[in-house]
């Protein structure tokens, strides 16, 4: 009878083993899908680059340039400054690699003036540095009314402070299930959200019915850092349902 016992006791920890590596190991293929993300390369290559040294954190708080137009400051990524500056895509992708766009050229009296990076970036890395700015600026029209509300209220309500601009950024979230905040336009959504009445939970209550009813998942949520806020009565209905939207144009428009 005690050998019996001694069996089913290794077979437990070799079943509790196998547990632990396959969670390790989903965890590791969960980072490497997040760090593939073009929004979230771009904000390293940013900041390897050393362009919030001028541009501020993140690129939304430029520093003061003695001379320059537009208020005397190097222009953030978002807010009307910037707009001066860039009308498409391929505008940002100009003053990146050129230090301007053709036949566009930098403000003569501004003291600081924009560098060139062309020879010094990969043409992946540009790409996903103008996709980082791309999303810190908001840039472009969405051709949903309601989905241009839903991004109106997650500025209001603080949501791309912990998903990142658009949704799409990583910020880190130490004891959580995947070691930061989900992102909108990620791999790992769908698993975290089922449906857009998934969403509205999340939205609502910080956490959702089947979370609530798993007993890991719900420790993993108990002792996150950065938890998801239940915002309750503070937001109304019809915010909630242009959230939903929102992020579906999220998901639907990659950077």
């Known amino acids: 009878m005690a050998g019996r016992r001694w069996v089913w006791a290794l077979a437990a920890l070799v079943v509790a083993q196998g547990a632990v590596l396959g969670w390790l190991l989903l965890r590791a293929g969960w980072a490497a899908s997040a760090g593939a993300m073009p929004v979230v390369r771009g904000r390293a290559v940013a900041e390897r680059m050393g362009c919030f040294g001028c541009h501020g954190p993140g690129g939304v708080a430029g520093i003061k340039n003695p001379g320059a137009k537009g208020g005397g400051e190097v222009p953030t ?100 299930l995947k070691g930061y905040v989900p992102t909108w336009d990620g791999p790992d959504y769908p698993d975290l959200v089922r ?51 929102y992020v579906k144009w999220v998901r639907g428009h990659p950077r």
């Open 77 to 176: 990524w978002s807010g009307g400054t910037w707009m001066m500056y860039n009308q498409s895509p391929e505008d940002v992708r100009a003053w990146i690699l050129d230090g301007h766009p053709p036949g566009r050229f930098p403000d003569p009296k501004a003291l600081i003036a924009m560098p060139a990076f062309r020879g010094r970036l990969s043409r992946g890395e540009t790409g996903d540095l103008v996709a980082y700015v791309l999303s810190v600026s908001q840039f472009g029209p969405i051709d949903d009314p309601q989905a241009t509300e839903g991004r109106e209220a997650a500025l209001r309500y603080g949501c791309f402070g912990c998903h990142g601009p658009e949704g799409r950024g990583l910020v880190a979230d130490p004891g959580s």
């Open 195 to 245: 449906s857009d009445a998934e969403l509205r939970q999340w939205v609502k209550n910080g956490t959702t019915d089947r979370f609530r009813a798993n007993p890991a998942a719900r420790r993993i949520l108990e002792t996150e850092a950065v938890k998801m806020p239940a915002f309750g009565d503070r937001i109304k209905e019809e915010e909630v349902e242009a959230l939903v939207a």
